[in-house]
């Protein structure tokens, strides 16, 4: 899902992926306050700076690929994906 060409969608400065961004914040905002567990098929690994520790690794992942990040886009590994 990672495009960086300035005609695609999901393009960091595309309106579009501001609202996808902006829907992953909501949703993690919401996860953190009612201490909701997200349960992914995708074992991830990554190294999340401190204020993200208790975002989820599933939704940290989505924004740092969405937003452009390199840096944290680069460092996440997918390590397994299970049926469970």
């Known amino acids: 899902i990672r495009y960086r060409k300035i005609d695609t969608v999901l393009h960091p ?15 993690t905002e919401k996860t953190i306050k009612k201490k909701l567990e997200i349960q992914s098929k995708i074992d991830l690994k990554l190294n999340k700076p401190e204020a993200f520790t208790k975002t989820p690794d599933l939704l940290y992942a989505l924004r740092a690929y969405l937003s452009g990040d390199t840096g944290a886009a680069n460092s996440i590994k997918i390590i397994g994906v299970s049926d469970e």
């Open 13 to 27: 400065q595309e309106e579009i992926t501001k609202k996808y961004i902006e829907l992953i914040d909501n949703l």
